[in-house]
């Protein structure tokens, strides 16, 4: 498994977090609170691959790969949300 494939894996499952804390606070400010925690987690990674013993540097695509799999763990708690409230119909 490549380097960006994991990134995509992390960003996620922090974005499939958004669903249990919805139940706490609501859909939107989950996703909120999952994007901040999400941010802190995935820069903070980056900084910490620049000052290691063996720096790989700041690297603009893994962020790019947890971003996106951030939106993907979004879409698919969006999609389970639906479904759940079309359900309740």
């Given amino acids: 498994m490549n380097d960006k494939t994991k990134h995509m ?7 499939l977090l958004t669903f249990p804390i919805a139940f706490i606070t609501g859909f939107t400010w989950a996703a909120v609170i999952s ?14 691959d620049e000052r290691k013993k063996y720096p790989t540097g700041f690297d603009k695509r893994d ?5 996106m799999g951030l939106f993907i763990g979004y879409v698919i708690v969006f999609m389970i949300k639906w479904i759940i409230n079309v359900s309740n119909l």
Avoid: R
């Avoid at 894996?9 to 974005?15: E, K, L, R, S, T």
């Avoid at 994007?35 to 910490?48: P, T, W």
């Avoid at 962020?63 to 971003?67: C, E, N, P, S």
């Fill in 9 to 15: 894996i992390v960003g996620g499952w922090i974005g």
């Fill in 35 to 48: 994007l901040i925690c999400g941010s802190i987690i995935f820069v903070g990674k980056e900084m910490y």
């Fill in 63 to 67: 962020l790019l790969a947890d971003y």
